[in-house]
């Protein structure tokens, strides 16, 4: 099953950050495996280290619909209709083996996601 075509103007920029720090910083992309499954991206989830898509390179910076982003910033990333937005710091932009972009966030919490929120209401 193909993917849709993501909507928005994406592209990783500045050069790659190299091999050695990638490997480093992100081993468990680089480790090859024969049965990849992709890491799914855009809601918050447990993603195990035999989920995780490998990669072909990391980068620190990417240009989304004409907004550059960096590693470490905090940013708001869209939710499905009728629900709120996450806030999420970015950790990790990488390019996969597949010639996908990706990236992974540090998800922090809404307050309608959490018990005591539930137990207030």
Not at 23 to 38: D, I, N, T
């Amino acid at each position: 099953m193909k993917r849709p075509e993501p909507s928005l103007d994406l592209s990783f920029t500045g050069e790659p950050i190299s091999a050695e720090e990638a490997m480093a910083k992100w081993p468990s992309r680089y480790r090859s495996s024969k049965a990849r499954v992709s890491a799914t991206v855009g809601t918050p989830k447990d993603d195990g280290e035999e989920n995780l898509e490998q990669a072909k390179r990391h980068y620190s910076q990417a240009l989304v619909d004409g907004t550059l982003f960096n590693l470490g910033d905090d940013v708001y990333v869209k939710a499905e209709d009728g629900n709120p937005n996450y806030i999420a710091k970015i950790v990790e932009f990488f390019e996969a083996i597949d010639g996908e972009p990706y990236f992974k966030a540090r998800w922090f919490y809404r307050p309608e996601d959490t018990v005591s929120y539930s137990v207030l209401s």
